[in-house]
């Protein structure tokens, strides 16, 4: 865990807990601590569809606005009132320095270096260089330009006293990788008190969530993993678990007033139509008091204004849940709930599990609240808590000097040496106390594939739960590692007991050891006591 602590500064950003990569911290500013992860709703202060004191009520406590519209509205009253009083509110503020406009338009009328005064002098808590921001589908040539541009302006605005303003360091390079790679290394080694992945909302917009994970982690495995990081543009319940379970801390969004215009209906699972809606299916403050047909009626402008606040409390409740799951240590578990909601989220874990090397490294070994794991389908066992298993299992585990291996396929009873079928098993065949010198005894697991008995009651071997639906959809992974284990261990025999494996499961199974020039035999059992005396017999006679 030495890269977690790796640019940490603890006046600045405390991690609490940690699950995956994801972590809950605390955020300190000039005006308050923010609890991480965290999202900035982002206020248009000229033409506000919620008053920022109304947005404060949902329970967002930062704030973001964009300087450089202040700037151009406001001048310098702004300046005079300072940024918390221009928007009514004494928590934290963060402000954007128009990238999104130079992304939109293609060119702002302000000096990068001015820009970031100008948010000094308004009294910004965080504040933000301004980028350039990698426009989809710009040639490769024209992004290395600008993510060089992004790196001189970053180096520039360090060297200004930023009273107290934390300052963000963007990352670009869009879905080149390379170059984000490239652009999060560099800013790596400038003092940025928080970073940035820049650039993924026309990616967002179309659904392009593997891509966001190729970008995200590109700049995770580059950048300090004591600081804080930001994901601009990301907005929705659908994908802000898995941005957390990369590392993200902190987003900004206008989603819940961009969507409410377009009369679209947040919910943790995807966007609804309002004019389309049967009912209300949410119980926040807005949905509680109408039902649909008065809710349809209102006003545009009033319905607007309520959506709006729904979509805040949708986002706000996405966040306490992901902030609970690190909590329960469950938050694969979230995220596999969020990938059977879309294709193109499942997509994007698929491509998020390819890192679990890294997620390894840096996920916890154990934790205060001991919970047991859920393997509900074949993309469960893409948890680092597998893969740490496996790896430990290769190039840790010392193996007794034993000829014959007894494959025992796992129960529900857990741990196995202490309950259960497999349990009095092993106690009636100890009692043939030469005959077990020659014998090693191992667990067939859908979830972890082999669990040597002697290693079944270290967390979480003995602590999860496990649908058949696993062992079917990893019947190949599981018989390769099968294989490998008898193969390295030098077995001369392997004896496999099961009671409900699928036929064509054992038998590849089989295939895989008879592969390895392992002599097997396999015995179905109905888990029953005499079924122990029956197994007993048999493999005393065939060894």
Request: hydrophobic letters at 40%.
């Amino acid at each position: 865990m030495e890269r977690e602590k790796e640019g940490m500064n603890e006046d600045i950003f405390e991690i609490e807990e940690k699950d995956l990569l994801g972590r809950t911290g605390k955020l300190y500013t000039k005006h308050g601590t923010v609890n991480t992860p965290t999202l900035a709703p982002v206020i248009n202060p000229s033409k506000n569809v919620l008053e920022p004191t109304k947005i404060r009520e949902v329970g967002f406590n930062l704030l973001m606005t964009n300087a450089y519209i202040v700037r151009k509205s406001f001048g310098k009253l702004a300046l005079e009132l300072g940024v918390h009083k221009l928007l009514g509110v004494d928590s934290p503020v963060m402000t954007d320095s128009g990238a999104y406009q130079l992304l939109v338009y293609g060119s702002v009328e302000v000096d990068p270096l001015d820009i970031v005064k100008y948010q000094i002098s308004l009294g910004s808590d965080i504040g933000v260089i301004l980028d350039i921001p990698t426009k989809k589908d710009s040639k490769k040539e024209q992004v290395r330009k600008e993510v060089e541009e992004t790196i001189k302006r970053a180096e520039e605005a360090l060297k200004l006293d930023k009273k107290g303003m934390l300052l963000v360091g963007p990352v670009q390079g869009g879905t080149y990788v390379d170059l984000v790679a490239y652009a999060a290394s560099k800013l790596s080694k400038l003092d940025f008190e928080i970073y940035a992945v820049g650039g993924p909302v026309q990616i967002m917009e179309n659904y392009e969530f593997k891509d966001l994970v190729r970008m995200v982690m590109a700049a995770k495995l580059n950048l300090p993993l004591g600081k804080p990081l930001h994901l601009f543009g990301a907005g929705h319940p659908l994908i802000l678990p898995l941005a957390v379970a990369m590392g993200v801390d902190m987003f900004d969004s206008a989603s819940y007033a961009l969507y409410a215009k377009d009369l679209r209906y947040m919910t943790p699972y995807g966007t609804l139509r309002v004019r389309e809606m049967v009912d209300l299916p949410c119980n926040c403050p807005v949905c509680s008091s109408y039902d649909i047909e008065s809710f349809r009626e209102m006003p545009y402008q009033e319905l607007v204004e309520k959506l709006s606040q729904h979509n805040l409390y949708v986002l706000k409740a996405e966040l306490r849940s992901i902030r609970e799951a690190i909590h329960e240590g469950k938050l694969w578990e979230l995220l596999e709930i969020k990938a059977s909601t879309h294709p193109s989220v499942m997509e994007a874990l698929l491509e998020f599990r390819k890192y679990v090397k890294f997620v390894e490294k840096h996920h916890p070994v154990t934790r205060s609240k001991i919970t047991g794991l859920f393997f509900t389908s074949g993309i469960s066992r893409s948890r680092p808590e597998v893969y740490r298993h496996l790896y430990n299992l290769k190039e840790k585990y010392v193996i007794p000097r034993k000829k014959v291996l007894v494959l025992v396929q796992e129960t529900k009873q857990k741990p196995f040496s202490r309950y259960g079928w497999i349990a009095d098993f092993v106690e009636k065949l100890g009692a043939e106390e030469h005959f077990l010198e020659g014998i090693h005894i191992a667990i067939l697991s859908s979830a972890f594939s082999i669990i040597p008995l002697d290693l079944n009651g270290f967390y979480p071997l003995s602590q999860y739960e496990v649908s058949t639906r696993v062992m079917v959809d990893s019947r190949y992974e599981i018989a390769s590692d099968v294989e490998w284990y008898v193969k390295s261990m030098n077995y001369s025999k392997v004896f496999i007991i099961y009671h409900d494996l699928p036929k064509d499961v054992i038998e590849l199974i089989i295939t895989k050891v008879r592969r390895a020039g392992i002599e097997v035999f396999a015995f179905k059992v109905d888990l029953r006591p005499k079924d122990i005396d029956r197994m007993i017999m048999l493999i005393k006679e065939l060894t």
